[in-house]
């Protein structure tokens, strides 16, 4: 099992267009990063208008630990894709270049072969989020600095304290990673479906934004379905940015106001995940392999 992960791996790592994930979000960090840097106190008076009559914010509001939320709201939109064309192709373009019959000769179990590919698509994924936070994260704390974080609400304001960020940020992090692996699943799915990895690659972008606009149409028909698309779910990250107050309005360090819901909303990732995964192994073992 370990030698089949290490040849997936390897399988996903030379070919050249698997860094094109790499290079975009590089690109599209550095950008925000650029742009925030040169005019970022337009932005914070932006932000701030509605506020800044009656509350006067002192220190420097615009610092790393902002730019990484503003970033990771930004970009974990637009993830997805990179990882789909990734795990879109772990099986359909085997099936296309006609390795897949050939694999399947090999002395191993075809739930082998799927947990190898899972896999392998799995540790690609951690390791795009891992390649995110460093430049999100970390080389925003070094252009920008740290300090206290503003995160602004329809109707109120949430300030963390610099010393109870960080733990929230790899708390976050943690979230997206099993919100981006229920993309990295649902892609590899169809894959099995697909002789060419641009059937199954279209196919999982378009059923994220038909559930996502479900998620966010307000409007009652829909509410019946929305606890149970993964896209509803996907935003979670966000609740670990919410502190419990006191009766006296005053933040509650080391709290999150709803954690249950944020627990909730991970759990019911990691099921659509296992779900993903066992459909897969299903339909695999059953699919007759002509190429």
Not at 11 to 29: D, E
Not at 167 to 193: E, H, P, Q
Not at 271 to 288: E, N
């Amino acid at each position: 099992m370990w030698k089949l992960l290490k040849i997936e791996l390897f399988k996903i790592f030379s070919r050249p267009r698997t860094f094109i994930s790499f290079g975009a979000i590089a690109a599209l960090v550095g950008i925000i990063q650029f742009g925030l840097k040169l005019d970022g106190d337009s932005y914070i008076e932006f932000m701030l208008r509605d506020v800044s009559v009656s509350l006067d914010v002192e220190g420097k509001v615009l610092n790393g630990y902002l730019i990484c939320f503003i970033v990771l709201q930004l970009l974990l939109v637009h993830v997805p894709l990179l990882i789909t064309i990734v795990a879109g192709d772990l099986i359909s373009g085997e099936a296309n270049m006609g390795t897949l019959r050939l694999l399947l000769t090999k002395p191993v179990s075809r739930t082998e072969v799927i947990l190898a590919k899972f896999g392998a698509a799995a540790i690609y994924t951690l390791i795009l989020l891992v390649w995110m936070a460093i430049l999100a994260l970390f080389v925003s704390l070094l252009i920008f600095g740290s300090g206290d974080m503003l995160n602004l609400k329809a109707d109120y304001i949430v300030q963390l304290k610099s010393f109870d960020i960080m733990w929230r940020y790899l708390a976050a992090f943690g979230f997206a990673a099993i919100a981006m692996l229920t993309v990295a699943a649902l892609g590899f799915f169809l894959s099995i479906f697909a002789e060419n990895s641009i059937g199954p690659i279209v196919a999982t972008m378009s059923i994220i934004i038909v559930c996502t606009i479900l998620s966010t149409l307000d409007i009652p028909v829909f509410n019946a379905i929305k606890p149970f698309l993964f896209t509803t779910h996907m935003i979670g990250w966000k609740g670990f940015f919410d502190v419990r107050v006191t009766a006296d309005n005053e933040a509650i360090i080391g709290s999150v106001q709803n954690l249950n819901r944020v627990l909730q909303a991970a759990g019911i990732l990691v099921l659509h995940i296992i779900g993903f995964l066992v459909a897969s192994i299903w339909v695999f073992k059953k699919k007759d392999i002509l190429s």
